[in-house]
């Protein structure tokens, strides 16, 4: 599975917009990028997942440029709820098994 | 909404002790998955279930055994407990192709 680089860490204030980047830059041509979240004591939960270009749930936005060497989770009006790690994996969409690594943890402030 | 639930939040065990972690899925999925989670080193795959009887071993497999008798229950089994066993164990499911993983609430358990 391609490798995965987060920053370790984000501070933001409740209301605005985050931006979380996560670079691969040996994606393969098979593989898809997806975003887990997870709160202190309980499992990674599904977030969103994309191949190119755009794509938006109810959640978030996941952003990746046309090299899909990076990509950007974004998280419209965050609240105090939102403080967790999120994990971005990279890997073909049949891939067995996930592997995390050490993820950005978002801080939210009031 | 696909449930997995793990049959303990909390354990405690003493060194040497035989340890079983139940995870149950309810949406019938045919591939299951037991991680550990430490600080710093994220989650690390132990063993995985491609179906009923089937099990393949992760990264981390020394120390541990699973069985997978039915579809829905994947155990995780310490044969004897070790204090660097001490970590948080999270179960997953999905169906069998593409699609993701969803996780149990995670175990925590503890080895004197």
């Known amino acids: 599975l391609a490798k995965t680089t987060q920053p370790i860490s984000m501070d933001s204030y409740e209301g605005q917009e985050v931006n979380i980047t996560c670079s691969h830059n040996?994606?393969?041509?098979?593989?898809?990028i997806t975003w887990y979240q997870q709160f202190p004591s309980q499992g990674p939960r599904f977030i969103i997942q994309?191949?190119?270009t755009k794509v938006t749930n109810e959640v978030a936005s996941l952003f990746i440029p046309a090299d899909r060497k990076s990509s950007t989770l974004s998280l419209p009006r965050v609240s105090l709820s939102d403080t967790a790690v999120y994990y971005c994996?990279?890997?073909?969409?049949?891939?067995?098994?996930?592997?995390f690594g050490t993820g950005t943890r978002l801080l939210v402030s009031p | 909404d696909v449930k997995v639930t793990q049959s303990s939040r909390y354990l405690v065990k003493r060194t040497g002790e035989k340890v079983f972690l139940e995870c149950v899925q309810d949406?019938?999925?045919?591939?299951m998955f037991w991680y550990r989670q430490d600080p710093g080193l994220g989650l690390r795959l132990i063993y995985f279930?491609?179906?009923?009887?089937?099990?393949e071993k992760g990264d981390i497999p020394e120390g541990y055994s699973v069985s997978r008798e039915k579809k829905e229950r994947f155990s995780l089994i310490l044969e004897s407990a070790s204090t660097n066993q001490t970590s948080m164990y999270l179960c997953?499911?999905?169906?069998?192709?593409?699609?993701?993983?969803?996780f149990g609430p995670g175990t925590r358990l503890t080895v004197l």
């Open positions: 997953a499911s999905r169906t069998g192709g593409k699609d993701t993983q969803y």
């Open positions: 279930s491609y179906d009923v009887k089937m099990k």
């Open positions: 994309g191949y190119k």
């Open positions: 949406m019938d999925h045919e591939n």
């Open positions: 040996n994606i393969a041509t098979n593989d898809y």
């Open positions: 994996l990279v890997g073909d969409q049949g891939f067995q098994k996930l592997v």
